[in-house]
C-alpha cells in the first residue's frame, strides 16, 4: 500500500513539474515572439515620422507648383486651392489605409508581387523606380537653381547638386530610424521660423491681390489644384517604407493612424495655403506667374528694423535644409525599390551608383531651368498623379477581385 501511495504521489509530482515546466516554456516563447515581434520593435518608425518626412517632402515641393509652366493656370484665387485639393488626398488615404490594413508592415513592392505576381509587379516596380529617379533628378536640378538664382549667380549648379546627393547618400547609407527622428525634431524647428516669418510677412499683403472671389473662379481654382494633387499624391510611395513602419493592423491603431495622417496632411494643406496666400497677396497672380522663384523674392522683398535686416538668409537654410530631407526621402523609398526590383540584399552599397546616375539624369531632363519646368509640369506631374493617385485604386481593386484584400 505504502509503494502504491508514493507511486501515486511521485505521478503526481512529475505532472505537476511538468505542467510548470510546459507553463514556463510558453511564457519564454510569448516573451521572446513579443521581443521579435516587428509591431513593437523600437527599431521601426511610427506613421507620424513618416509623415513628417512627407511634410518636408511637399514644403520643398512647392517650389515647384508656382513657377512660369505652372503659373499659366495660377489665378487671384488660387490661394484657395488646397482646400479643394486635400479632398482627394483625403480619400487617397483611406484607400492606401484599406491596403495597409491587409498586409500590416509589409512594403509596396512585396504588396505590388503579392496581388499582381513576380512579372507584373516587377514591371509596375520598374515604372516607380524609373519615376523617383527623375523626380529626384528634377529638384536635386531646382536645388542648384536656387542657389544661382539667389545669391552665387557665378557658381555652376552642378556644385551644389554635388553637394546635396553626397549629404543625400551619406544619410541613406544610414538607417532610417535615426534620420526619422532627426526630421521629427527639425520639424518643430521649421514650423516655428515659418510661423515667425509668416507673421511679420503678412502685414505686406495687399488685399487688392486676393479679393473679391466670385463664382467665376471655380474653375480657375479647380485648375490650380491640380499641381497639388500630383505633388500630394506622392504620399503612396511613402508605402515603400511599409516594412520599416509600426503598424499592427488592429482597430484602435488603424484608427490612430488615419487621425495622424489626416491631422498632417491638414497642416500641410495649411502650409500651402498660407504660403500661396503670401506670393499672391504681396505680389498678384499675374507677376507670380512670371517669376521662377516667388518664394524667394516673398522674402528677399521684406525688410525689417532692428536685428532682422531681411529673410533672404532664413530663406536659403530653409529651403536647402528642407530640400536635403526631401531627396533624402526619396533617395531612401528609391533603396527600397531596387532592392524589390533587383533582388538585393544591401541596396545601400548602390547609393552611390545611383546618386551619380542621378547627376548624369539632371542633365539629361533639360538644357536650363525652362526645360526642366516643362518636363515636370508636363510629364512628370501626370505620371505622379498616375503612380501616386490613380495606381492605389487599382491595386485595390485587382486585390479585391483576387480576394488578396
Same mark, same amino acid.
Given at each position: 500500500?505504502?509503494?502504491?501511495?508514493?507511486?501515486?504521489?511521485?505521478?503526481?509530482?512529475?505532472?505537476?513539474?511538468?505542467?510548470?515546466?510546459?507553463?514556463?516554456?510558453?511564457?519564454?516563447?510569448?516573451?521572446?515572439?513579443?521581443?521579435?515581434?516587428?509591431?513593437?520593435?523600437?527599431?521601426?518608425?511610427?506613421?507620424?515620422?513618416?509623415?513628417?518626412?512627407?511634410?518636408?517632402?511637399?514644403?520643398?515641393?512647392?517650389?515647384?507648383?508656382?513657377?512660369?509652366?505652372?503659373?499659366?493656370?495660377?489665378?487671384?484665387?488660387?490661394?484657395?486651392?488646397?482646400?479643394?485639393?486635400?479632398?482627394?488626398?483625403?480619400?487617397?488615404?483611406?484607400?492606401?489605409?484599406?491596403?495597409?490594413?491587409?498586409?500590416?508592415?509589409?512594403?509596396?513592392?512585396?504588396?505590388?508581387?503579392?496581388?499582381?505576381?513576380?512579372?507584373?509587379?516587377?514591371?509596375?516596380? =520598374? +515604372?516607380? #523606380?524609373?519615376?523617383? %529617379?527623375?523626380?529626384?533628378?528634377?529638384? @536635386?536640378? !531646382?536645388?542648384? $537653381?536656387?542657389?544661382? &538664382?539667389?545669391?552665387?549667380?557665378?557658381?555652376?549648379?552642378?556644385?551644389?547638386?554635388?553637394?546635396?546627393?553626397?549629404?543625400?547618400?551619406?544619410?541613406?547609407?544610414?538607417?532610417?530610424?535615426?534620420?526619422?527622428?532627426?526630421?521629427?525634431?527639425?520639424?518643430?524647428?521649421?514650423?516655428?521660423?515659418?510661423?515667425?516669418?509668416?507673421?511679420?510677412?503678412?502685414?505686406?499683403?495687399?488685399?487688392?491681390?486676393?479679393?473679391?472671389?466670385?463664382?467665376?473662379?471655380?474653375?480657375?481654382?479647380?485648375?490650380?489644384?491640380?499641381?497639388?494633387?500630383?505633388?500630394?499624391? =506622392? +504620399?503612396? #510611395?511613402?508605402?515603400? %517604407?511599409?516594412?520599416?513602419?509600426?503598424? @499592427?493592423? !488592429?482597430?484602435? $491603431?488603424?484608427?490612430? &493612424?488615419?487621425?495622424?495622417?489626416?491631422?498632417?496632411?491638414?497642416?500641410?494643406?495649411?502650409?500651402?495655403?498660407?504660403?500661396?496666400?503670401?506670393?499672391?497677396?504681396?505680389?498678384?497672380?499675374?507677376?507670380?506667374?512670371?517669376?521662377?522663384?516667388?518664394?524667394?523674392?516673398?522674402?528677399?522683398?521684406?525688410?525689417?528694423?532692428?536685428?532682422?535686416?531681411?529673410?533672404?538668409?532664413?530663406?536659403?537654410?530653409?529651403?536647402?535644409?528642407?530640400?536635403?530631407?526631401?531627396?533624402?526621402?526619396?533617395?531612401?523609398?528609391?533603396?527600397?525599390?531596387?532592392?524589390?526590383?533587383?533582388?538585393?540584399?544591401?541596396?545601400? %552599397?548602390?547609393?552611390?551608383?545611383?546618386?551619380?546616375?542621378?547627376?548624369?539624369?539632371?542633365?539629361?531632363?533639360?538644357?536650363?531651368?525652362?526645360?526642366?519646368?516643362?518636363?515636370?509640369?508636363?510629364?512628370?506631374?501626370?505620371?505622379?498623379?498616375?503612380?501616386?493617385?490613380?495606381?492605389?485604386?487599382?491595386?485595390?481593386?485587382?486585390?479585391?477581385?483576387?480576394?488578396?484584400?
Amino acid at each position: 500500500m505504502k509503494n502504491e501511495k508514493l507511486k501515486v504521489e511521485s505521478e503526481k509530482f512529475m505532472e505537476r513539474n511538468f505542467d510548470y515546466k510546459e507553463l514556463s516554456n510558453i511564457n519564454n516563447a510569448k516573451t521572446e515572439e513579443s521581443y521579435v515581434n516587428p509591431h513593437i520593435s523600437t527599431r521601426k518608425i511610427s506613421v507620424r515620422q513618416v509623415m513628417i518626412l512627407f511634410f518636408f517632402a511637399s514644403v520643398s515641393g512647392i517650389t515647384r507648383i508656382v513657377s512660369p509652366e505652372s503659373g499659366k493656370i495660377l489665378s487671384k484665387a488660387s490661394w484657395l486651392s488646397p482646400f479643394i485639393a486635400i479632398l482627394p488626398v483625403l480619400l487617397l488615404i483611406a484607400v492606401l489605409n484599406r491596403i495597409i490594413v491587409r498586409y500590416p508592415e509589409k512594403s509596396l513592392s512585396q504588396i505590388i508581387e503579392t496581388i499582381f505576381g513576380d512579372i507584373i509587379g516587377r514591371i509596375i516596380l =520598374l +515604372l516607380f #523606380f524609373i519615376h523617383t %529617379l527623375f523626380f529626384i533628378a528634377v529638384f @536635386a536640378r !531646382n536645388f542648384g $537653381e536656387k542657389f544661382i &538664382s539667389s545669391i552665387f549667380p557665378n557658381v555652376a549648379p552642378s556644385f551644389f547638386v554635388i553637394i546635396l546627393l553626397m549629404f543625400a547618400v551619406f544619410a541613406v547609407r544610414r538607417n532610417i530610424e535615426s534620420f526619422a527622428r532627426f526630421a521629427e525634431f527639425s520639424f518643430i524647428l521649421i514650423c516655428a521660423g515659418f510661423i515667425i516669418a509668416f507673421i511679420i510677412a503678412v502685414f505686406h499683403i495687399n488685399p487688392k491681390n486676393l479679393y473679391p472671389v466670385t463664382y467665376y473662379d471655380a474653375v480657375p481654382i479647380l485648375k490650380s489644384s491640380v499641381p497639388l494633387i500630383s505633388l500630394w499624391s =506622392l +504620399l503612396t #510611395f511613402s508605402l515603400f %517604407l511599409g516594412d520599416n513602419m509600426r503598424y @499592427a493592423g !488592429n482597430a484602435s $491603431e488603424n484608427s490612430k &493612424s488615419v487621425k495622424t495622417a489626416t491631422k498632417f496632411m491638414l497642416i500641410i494643406a495649411l502650409f500651402n495655403f498660407l504660403a500661396t496666400m503670401l506670393v499672391i497677396g504681396i505680389f498678384n497672380a499675374e507677376t507670380v506667374s512670371n517669376m521662377s522663384m516667388p518664394y524667394f523674392m516673398v522674402f528677399k522683398s521684406i525688410k525689417t528694423t532692428g536685428l532682422i535686416q531681411s529673410f533672404e538668409t532664413f530663406f536659403i537654410i530653409f529651403w536647402a535644409f528642407t530640400d536635403f530631407i526631401m531627396i533624402s526621402y526619396y533617395m531612401f523609398i528609391l533603396s527600397k525599390i531596387f532592392k524589390s526590383l533587383f533582388a538585393v540584399e544591401k541596396p545601400r %552599397l548602390f547609393m552611390p551608383v545611383m546618386g551619380f546616375v542621378i547627376f548624369m539624369l539632371i542633365f539629361i531632363i533639360g538644357e536650363n531651368n525652362f526645360e526642366v519646368e516643362y518636363f515636370y509640369t508636363n510629364i512628370l506631374s501626370y505620371s505622379s498623379v498616375i503612380l501616386g493617385f490613380i495606381f492605389p485604386f487599382i491595386l485595390l481593386a485587382v486585390g479585391k477581385i483576387r480576394r488578396l484584400i
